[in-house]
């Protein structure tokens, strides 16, 4: 169970303590950012739609349990603020410490509701990044997607 003692005054201060459990692979401190409910999902890039405290902890659990740790930077942020629900869409640029590799973007959607204990992590919803299909000084076609 993660620990209640933390709290999160503000939306913000979730997202910060979120991206920084990220860079350390810590799950505890991870862990101790999502609201500890059947209700929270987690959607890794190109991973399944997963829903549950318990599942969303134990995904975390393998991604760090690889040993590699990437650095996260957060660009292009987008914020809602409710009442008691905000959104944050981001840009989230990964890489790895002395890696020579090109970084990686990733699309971020996250949620975070206020409850008795502050702000958590309701809802974590990352996709790759779509690859450029035409060059920038071409109009891209128009696009066909549902929703």
């Given at each position: 169970?993660p620990?209640?003692r933390?709290?999160f005054?503000?939306?913000d201060?979730?997202?910060?303590a979120?991206?920084e459990a990220?860079e350390?692979?810590?799950l505890?401190?991870?862990m101790?950012v999502?609201?500890?409910s059947?209700?929270?999902?987690?959607?890794h890039p190109?991973?399944?739609r997963?829903?549950?405290?318990?599942?969303?902890?134990?995904?975390?659990?393998q991604?760090?349990?690889g040993?590699?740790?990437l650095?996260a930077?957060?660009v292009?942020?987008?914020?809602?603020?409710?009442?008691?629900v905000?959104v944050r869409s981001?840009?989230?640029?990964l890489?790895?410490?002395?890696s020579?590799?090109s970084?990686?973007s990733?699309?971020?959607?996250?949620v975070?509701?206020l409850?008795?204990g502050?702000w958590?992590m309701t809802?974590h919803h990352?996709s790759p990044m779509?690859?450029?299909s035409?060059?920038?000084d071409?109009?891209?076609?128009?696009?066909?997607?549902?929703?």
């Amino acid at each position: 169970m993660p620990s209640r003692r933390k709290l999160f005054p503000t939306a913000d201060d979730a997202e910060t303590a979120f991206y920084e459990a990220f860079e350390r692979a810590d799950l505890g401190a991870m862990m101790a950012v999502w609201a500890a409910s059947d209700d929270v999902v987690c959607i890794h890039p190109t991973g399944p739609r997963l829903s549950g405290f318990e599942a969303v902890r134990e995904s975390w659990g393998q991604i760090f349990s690889g040993g590699a740790q990437l650095r996260a930077r957060t660009v292009d942020v987008r914020k809602f603020d409710g009442q008691s629900v905000a959104v944050r869409s981001v840009v989230e640029i990964l890489t790895a410490p002395g890696s020579q590799g090109s970084p990686q973007s990733v699309l971020a959607t996250n949620v975070y509701e206020l409850g008795d204990g502050g702000w958590r992590m309701t809802i974590h919803h990352a996709s790759p990044m779509p690859e450029a299909s035409a060059p920038a000084d071409e109009p891209s076609p128009p696009s066909h997607t549902l929703h």
